[in-house]
């Protein structure tokens, strides 16, 4: 089973998306801005994907810049501002077993297949 957290409106996790039904990959597609993940879920695929919290932020977004740019946060504060704004997030993730990555560029998932 391969898990992919998807932003139908990004091109990137579109085109992850169709790297993994070309594969025949049996995907969950968790449209993560309509489903927040939990603070829980954004710490255990962070530890999947062997970065910082800060590394999952896309910093360029009008929230981070005008909200949180300049601040020295916590990693905790870091997966709980993701949470509450998930836009944040980079995308998309997939998880295949306990592998992680962000396909971005889209062809870096075929690594964890």
């Known amino acids: 089973m391969t898990t992919i957290y998807h932003n139908p409106r990004c091109s990137k996790s579109r085109e992850t998306l169709a790297i993994l039904e070309e594969k025949k990959e049996d995907v969950t597609i968790i449209k993560y801005l309509d489903t927040p993940l939990t603070e829980n879920k954004l710490s255990e695929l962070i530890k999947m994907l062997g970065i910082a919290p800060i590394d999952l932020v896309r910093k360029n977004e009008a929230i981070w810049k005008e909200n949180f740019k300049s ?16 836009k944040l997030i980079e995308r998309p993730i997939v998880v295949k077993g306990n592998k992680a990555i962000i396909g971005r560029p889209p062809q870096k998932v075929v690594a964890i297949l």
């Open 71 to 86: 601040k020295n946060l916590t990693d905790t504060e870091l997966i709980k501002i993701m949470c509450d704004n998930p």
